[in-house]
């Protein structure tokens, strides 16, 4: 069947990408994007990793740092409008408010959402009139308001020690915050392993911040500030909680659409969960070395999208995906680059220091024959970071002359 319209629900990262991509490949009939947020699409990992740090310690932080280019997809572009429904056989997405959207070709990059502890009455756990008692930080307006609200140096409590726990507890330190983060194990542990978690963690604790492991937490009302009961029966209470406990998928739209294998988006090597339906980023499982894995990354958004939307148009012909994981963090005054799977077991392999401050280049050689590279706040091209993660140091040393 020949395609000429193309519906995207989702206005992020991985949405920009496949609309992109679909022109790159030739799709010149009807693009229509739906988008939930009112916004264009932006840098979801700004929000976190810039927009606390002031500038030259003013606390004013980059207020632009989240910005993309206009689109240049020429898509027809529906914006703070969700999808609520998918009809696969009629071939339409139904929207809020009534609205129907007939597809030739369906990408679904509807992404994901914060978890959160507390679901009070108003958003963001609000009770009655009064400020949010747990906050998250997913988009634009979540950003600017815990900004807004740590301007005034509160006490912080951060739940949880993935990579956002730790940016978000880093900007408030960097603020003048007294800050508490809240980890079930050592914090970044379970995202890149021991070795490269303690030092951050390390970092993290010669700047000021208290780790607190008491198992799993919950919030109770306490007066203006915020009460965190833990399993272990530990009391913490501050003025603010911030929550980074990890994301949902976007999926309730898709109740009924029987595209849901035991609650989940599982895509092939090329996106595709139908010939005429393909999903990417943050909402979809797809195949990897390591197994279906949802990789919620912001390069991992732009990998799968760009082969679904191949994939899309070209079925069989298109590539498959082949993915290798790419992830940065930074806070404490450390900065980490990382190409291929983790969480890494053990010391590296290979250490390499650097001309800076606690700077130095890793490599993990993992069980099952790959390899991991990892730079600490060490400048290196992000392809040479790859070649190392590759082929090991081998890769950098020049050829041995040949002889006759």
Sequence with gaps: MTMRRIV???NGIAGLTACDSLRSAGFDGELTVVG????????RPA????????VNGSGGGDLHAHELPEPSHNAAELLGISATGLDVDARLVRLDGGGELPYDGLVI?????AKRLAAG????GTQGDGPPRELTLRTIEDAVLLKERVASRPTVIVIGGGPLGMEVASGCLHMGCEVTLVADAKPLSGQLGDHLAGLFTDAAIRRGLRVVRGGKARLVDHGSGSRVVLADGTELEADLVVTAIGDEPNIGWLAGSKLLVDGSLRVDTRGRLRPEIV???DVAFFPTTRGLQRVPLWTSAIDQAKVAAVGLLQGDAAPELNFQPYFWTEGFGLSLKSVGFTPVAGAPDHCE???GPESVLLRWENQDGSGTAAAVNYRIPIPKLRRLAD?????????????V
Excluded at 36 to 43: L, N, V
Excluded at 121 to 124: D, R, V
């Design 353 to 355: 220091p650097g001309n």
């Design 279 to 281: 999903a990417a980023g």
């Design 8 to 10: 995207v629900v989702g």
């Design 391 to 403: 082929a090991g140091p081998g890769a950098f040393r020049p050829a041995a002359p040949v002889t």
């Design 36 to 43: 939930a947020e009112r916004h264009h699409p932006y840098s």
């Design 47 to 54: 929000l976190s990793k810039a927009l606390l740090h002031g």
């Design 121 to 124: 009455p108003g958003p963001g």
């Design 109 to 113: 990059a509807s992404g994901s959402r």
